[in-house]
């Protein structure tokens, strides 16, 4: 089988890349199977305390393959809609399942063009470091006759607003990375050449910090838009509470006291000793939608 990622772990920093270089890194099934096997690994591996991934060549990712068998309807096939969803059920949905709870920080690093499916790779991360050559396009309506996926319904409208959203999604024209960095899209915009070197530098710095502090910190703030100001405040009590007697957090405290760096431990799982209910956002949903 084909080698479609490459994974080296390295000073604290799991380094993934999407290594399909030919297409663009573009998505098939093989990839989304390594991948997702990728990442179940790196979930026991202690020393993987940072997760970096980008893409080989010239684009960080041109979403998924599109000419791959995986995507082909066949004339006469019976209920294609049915397949579809069983295939994003089960491969698409499922591998940005994993990506989004892989409990350590997550950075991306996009180099080149990031189209479609390969900006869900991109802001499915916690932070996202672009070239300033990169762009992002969302090829979805007037292209493709599709929606949006991959998660990015569901980013987009919580960075940007809905209306930029509804633009980038509707129109399909390219979003620059510098662009990307003004709209709030991006954590940083970086010269061509200093991308690896930035990205890895910030990921050093994430690897010497709070693992289960880390892993509170991406479920508080997305349970934020679906909570009232005062269930918002209920749950950074819980949280805090929870956090407050830990090992690491105690550190931190003796750590300012003496004016030196704090120190912190990282267990083969961060969340490990958490109970269910401290695991799970407490999340109030406006309207109908569950």
Known sequence: MEKMIETVVEDGVARITLNRPH??????LQMIVQLRAVLSELRHKPDARVLLLTGAGRAFCAGIDLGAPFMQEEE???????????????????????????DRPKIAAVNGAAVGGGCGLALVCDMVLAARSSYFLFPFALRLARVPDMGMTWFLPRLLGRSRALGLAMLGDRLPAAQAEQWGLVWKCVEDEALQGEATALAHRLREGPPRAFAEQTRILDAAPFNSFGDQLDLERDVQAALVCTPDAIEAVRAFREKRPAHFGWPANPTEGQSQQETQPRVKHRGGGA
């Not at 969803?85 to 940005?96: P, Y």
């Open 76 to 102: 006469g096939q019976a209920d294609p809609s049915r397949r579809f969803r069983a295939l994003m059920d089960d491969a698409i949905n499922g591998l940005m399942r994993d990506l989004y709870a892989f």
């Open 23 to 28: 297409v663009l890194n573009a998505v098939n």
